[in-house]
């Protein structure tokens, strides 16, 4: 990983008070939120937990409350390996990627919910999920205090959903989550989705009808300017703004849909972005 150093960015002005988290008054919060635009090693959990738990440690050390990792941040996203693989290397592939899920609260993620508690600090931690017989690609969000405070699943795949065996196929018993849960961070509430979920106005729609007041969206796939298009069409219906986190991609859209942030780190560049953002309480 390189060399990590804090970027700054100022999302609005919030005249308040200082709180526990952030900066808090009737109208608005500041959070200040780390996007970690780390590039994780495939089929390398052990790896991914040291990178990670380094960038994790710098977050904390530059101020943020909150930490967010990229999709299949802990394995590496490699359900695409094996969508592409056929044969007798799509046999093996399976068996490693149903090997390397855990469920919520494996070995993994409960190493990262004591440094959680460690460190103090709210941590969006992207995974392949394990829950027998199926397996998920879901974020968890950490408490400060290191509980669980809840999961997402991804609901819907840029692959679709055809199940099977065969070259093209998701593997078998890889499924789409169905819930849109939100979590309280502080005095706000956030809404989760996961990478492709931003093109389909329904997610983000329905996250903020459940009462989200911002949005975090974890990903690893497409980066480049359709990710500003597709934040700020989703901001603009819902009136939310919303933080996406990519391994060479962060961007953020204000709740008008302007887009505040849109970094694009090159090899030699920094790959920690602390955004302070501006969370306005929804009418």
């Known amino acids: ?67 967010v990792t990229p999709e299949g941040a802990l394995e590496g996203y490699v359900v695409n390996e094996v969508i592409r693989a056929s044969g007798e290397t799509r046999r093996e592939l399976t068996a490693r990627f149903n090997g390397l899920a855990e469920p919520v609260n494996g070995p993994y993620v409960r190493y990262f919910q004591k440094l959680c508690k460690e460190l103090s600090v709210w941590l969006v931690l992207g995974f392949l999920e394990a829950d027998d017989p199926n397996t998920y690609n879901t974020a968890v969000l950490i408490r400060p205090d290191g509980a669980l405070a809840g999961k997402y699943r991804k609901t819907h795949f840029a692959q679709g959903y055809r199940n099977g065996d065969e070259k093209g196929d998701n593997p078998p018993g890889y499924r789409r989550g169905s819930a849109y849960p939100v979590f309280d961070v502080g005095v706000r509430r956030m809404g989760l989705m996961i990478c492709f979920d931003r093109r389909v106005p329904e997610v983000a729609a329905r996250l903020v009808k459940n009462g989200a007041d911002f949005i975090i969206n974890p990903a690893y796939g497409m980066m480049g300017d359709c990710n500003c298009e597709f934040l700020s069409a989703r901001a603009r219906e819902t009136r939310v703004p919303i933080v996406f986190v990519h391994p060479a991609q962060t961007v953020v859209s204000d709740a008008q849909g302007r887009i505040a942030t849109d970094i694009r780190p090159k090899d030699d560049d920094a790959r920690i972005a602390i955004v302070r953002l501006s969370v306005p309480r929804r009418k």
């Open 1 to 67: 990983m390189t060399t990590l150093c804090d970027i700054l960015f100022l999302i609005g002005l919030a005249a308040c008070s200082c709180s526990a988290l952030g900066d808090v008054s009737n109208t608005e919060t500041t959070l200040r939120v780390a996007s970690l635009m780390y590039q994780p090693v495939k089929w390398d959990k052990e790896a991914n937990k040291r990178g990670l738990e380094k960038a994790v440690r710098e977050a904390k050390r530059q101020g943020a409350e909150l930490v």
